[in-house]
């Protein structure tokens, strides 16, 4: 079965090829939701990127995915602006948050399995400076919560509790595993 990823996200393309997976990316223009319940809001948005891709690939499996970054019940989303970023980070600033990203797996334009994984990512006490100095860098300026782990981000953080590719933005290890019925294996038996 041919899989499809509906999203734009290079980090999501990345993991999938990281790990072996065939795919190839249709992305066709949805109007995200920006409130509401956390899990309900990236629910919603994960399968909205997914359904009008499915739709015109009935045959195909369709992977939509979207990651919030939640502190205190507030999504944090990507920030607007260098400014809007450092108050993220000053926010985010010697505390826990959550990462949760919902998978929505679409075929035929209708839902066939929707998931999520949370991950818990406590941030090390920043300096003013380090806020000041990351945030020059232009890295948090495209990512939810203002950063990415995979890259400068991960020196802001003290310890996760969970999926660390969830992070990222794809929990891949859950995902392969929510694969298998679809005929989707990373190890093919021989």
């Not at 399995?113 to 818990?120: H, I």
């Not at 890295?139 to 203002?146: N, V």
Request: aromatic share 6%; net charge neutral; proline share 6%.
């Amino acid at each position: 079965m041919d899989l499809i990823l509906a999203s734009q996200s290079p980090r999501r393309r990345a993991l999938l090829q990281q790990f072996g997976l065939a795919f190839r990316v249709e992305v066709l223009p949805v109007q995200e939701v920006q409130s509401g319940p956390p899990l309900e809001t990236a629910r919603v948005n994960a399968v909205a990127k997914a359904q009008p891709v499915s739709a015109r690939n009935p045959q195909a499996l369709v992977l939509g995915a979207d990651t919030i970054v939640v502190l205190d019940g507030r999504i944090l989303g990507k920030p607007a602006d260098a400014q809007e970023a450092a108050d993220m980070l000053r926010a985010l600033s010697g505390k826990e948050h959550e990462v949760t990203t919902v998978v929505a797996l679409l075929r035929n334009g209708q839902e066939a399995k929707v998931f999520s994984e949370t991950t818990k990512v406590r941030f090390r006490q920043l300096s003013e400076a380090e806020v000041v100095g990351y945030v020059a860098t232009g890295e948090p300026l495209d990512k939810a919560g203002a950063y990415g782990i995979q890259g400068l981000g991960g020196l802001l953080v003290q310890s996760i509790e969970g999926c660390y590719y969830n992070v990222v933005g794809l929990p891949v290890p859950r995902l392969v595993e929510e694969l298998r019925p679809f005929g989707i294996e990373v190890f093919p038996s021989r």
